[in-house]
């Protein structure tokens, strides 16, 4: 599998790699970009099985409320500025709780609705813990919560798309 995400926008294919979203989205929500990159690389051959879907024909709705998440998902969809991207937390998980509760992903795309939800070895026991915390968090706790998001992007990137996701419910519109 190539490492990359490839899409077409007005008849030009694009290719994206990790690098290219790490650019647009900064430092700072690696853990959520890393995701954000192997969830569109588990689901686009799935939404598009003959070649790389069109760009802003996908529709986007998660759980996850993390800035590397949407940054990801926006660099290669357009799906935030042209509002095809929802963030609803009442699409969570309820299976894994707490901890596993952002990590669902619905997209679509023509008549295709695909549905993925991240393994829980995916994602750090403690990494709810910390976020929830915020501007509350101590110097301390935010140090561990970054380190806790560069190991999960590591571990994520590390692992083959299909490794991470499990498709729940491939369905047609």
């Known amino acids: 599998m190539s490492d990359t ?12 790699t990790f690098g290219d979203l790490r650019l647009y989205s900064g430092p700072r929500s690696v853990g959520g970009l890393a995701h954000s990159f192997r969830v569109m690389q588990r689901v686009f051959p799935l939404l598009s099985p003959d070649g790389p879907p069109e760009r802003r024909e996908i529709r986007v709705r998660t759980a996850h409320p993390g800035p590397g998440v949407r940054d990801g998902i926006e660099f290669v969809t357009r799906a935030v500025v042209e509002d095809r991207f929802r963030h609803d937390p009442q699409f969570a998980r309820i299976d894994g709780g707490d901890r ?3 990590w669902v992903f619905e997209f679509a795309y023509r008549d295709r609705i695909v549905t993925a939800h991240a393994r829980q070895e995916f994602v750090p026991e403690d990494l ?9 968090a101590t110097a301390d706790e935010r140090g561990r919560f ?21 498709i729940v419910e491939p369905t047609g519109l």
Do not use: C, N, T
């Not at 995400?5 to 994206?16: R, Y």
């Not at 970054?146 to 499990?166: H, T």
């Open 5 to 16: 995400i490839d899409v077409v926008d007005f008849g030009s294919q694009l290719q994206f």
């Open 100 to 102: 596993m509760a952002w």
């Open 128 to 136: 709810m813990r910390f976020a929830l915390l915020g501007r509350k």
């Open 146 to 166: 970054l380190a806790e998001i560069e190991k999960m992007s590591k571990l994520v990137l590390a692992a083959q798309p299909d490794e991470i996701y499990d």
